[in-house]
């Protein structure tokens, strides 16, 4: 009987101890790098901390920014372009032309008005003939008169006739005039009717509705570095410039020692290359060097907390967290200034 009830009794007792034991304040987990153990079967990709030299290279893209550039434009407004003889690179001769509008309208015009031009000379041609012969007659009616008050009368009406000639002749004129005017207005919008490059040189540049061209003399030229790169090219640095496979030392120029107003940009004067408008060189020079540096790849740099690390693999398997402090950038590489030293391995990729 007593057998049974103990039995009960230590079951119970049991049960209490391993609650009370689930109550009791756990042990502190170590804190660990926000990366985890990885799954068995994974595998890290580790780069060796290395020593050697590091060169830190200051690099950008220049465009062309001619020296020279004259842009042209038609005169005449309404009329559509009928033909446009050139591209954007299009090597050009003075007096070659660009590009010719729509004429056909214009030209019917200046013919009428040729055709009435001519007619309004003849027209005072003969007007001055017709007059001449009438004053001839009154004239010779002058002679003819006997009395002194026939002479008085004849030589009215010839003054009158003379009168009236005059302005008959000077109506002509203005008429005529008025005619040559307006065909020498036509005649110069035919001609503002064809473009033509008024400089040997390149078309660097036509507007949307090819209206309006840009011939540039690229045999004096400059190379611009952008306002966004400037501040990483001093003045008075020399670099070096590369454009298919052909190398120069230039020096880096402010705006106004380039001749160009304030920009923001920072300026090359090339001597040797074969540039094009559309040209796009590399220049470079060395910003800082390290002959025995202590170095990294760039991809095994992280940033936790706002600091530069790297990723180490424990002997327990677990990625840590380890600071360092970086100096110059190389090519792909990263100099270590504190934090780790040659020969230990550092997590790349995971």
């Not at 068995?40 to 060796?48: D, K, V």
């Not at 030299?53 to 020279?68: E, I």
């Not at 991809?299 to 790297?310: F, H, P």
Request: proline content about 3%; glycine content about 6%.
């Amino acid at each position: 009987m007593k057998r049974h009830v103990l039995l009960p009794c230590l079951s119970l007792t049991i049960l209490l101890i391993l609650s009370a034991c689930s109550l009791l304040p756990q042990e502190k987990q170590r804190r660990e790098a926000p990366i985890q153990q990885q799954e068995s079967g994974s595998i890290y990709t580790f780069t060796p901390v290395r020593q050697g030299p590091v060169t830190q290279t200051v690099r950008a893209t220049t465009s062309v920014r001619p020296t020279l550039s004259h842009e042209l434009a038609f005169s005449v407004s309404d009329a559509a372009v009928a033909a446009t003889f050139v591209t954007v690179g299009t090597q050009v001769k003075e007096g070659e032309e660009l590009a010719r509008l729509d004429t056909a309208e214009l030209e019917r015009q200046i013919q009428d008005l040729q055709t009435q031009t001519a007619l309004k000379d003849l027209e005072r041609s003969y007007q001055k003939e017709l007059d001449a012969i009438a004053i001839d007659r009154a004239n010779l009616e002058l002679q003819r008169a006997g009395s002194a008050a026939a002479r008085a009368g004849q030589q009215e009406a010839v003054a009158s006739l003379q009168k009236a000639a005059q302005a008959k002749e000077e109506q002509l004129g203005v008429e005529y005039e008025a005619l040559s005017l307006e065909l020498s207005r036509l005649e110069e919008r035919l001609a503002g009717s064809v473009l033509v490059a008024d400089m040997d040189g390149i078309v660097t540049k036509i507007s949307a509705d090819r209206r309006s061209f840009t011939i540039s003399d690229l045999s004096e030229c400059l190379l611009r570095i952008d306002a966004k790169n400037a501040l990483d090219f001093p003045v008075g640095t020399e670099v070096t410039v590369e454009h298919e496979g052909a190398e120069e030392i230039c020096t880096v120029l402010s705006p106004s020692q380039a001749g160009v107003e304030e920009d923001g940009c920072r300026y090359l004067r090339p001597m040797t290359l074969a540039l094009s408008a559309a040209s796009r060189c590399s220049a470079s020079f060395v910003a800082a060097q390290e002959e025995n540096a202590v170095y990294v790849s760039a991809a095994a740099i992280r940033e936790e907390d706002g600091k530069d690390c790297v990723y180490l693999l424990g002997d327990d398997g677990l990625m840590t967290i380890q600071p360092v402090e970086i100096g110059i950038r190389g090519d792909g590489v990263v100099q270590i200034l504190s934090g780790l030293e040659a020969g230990q391995e550092v997590i790349l990729s995971y």
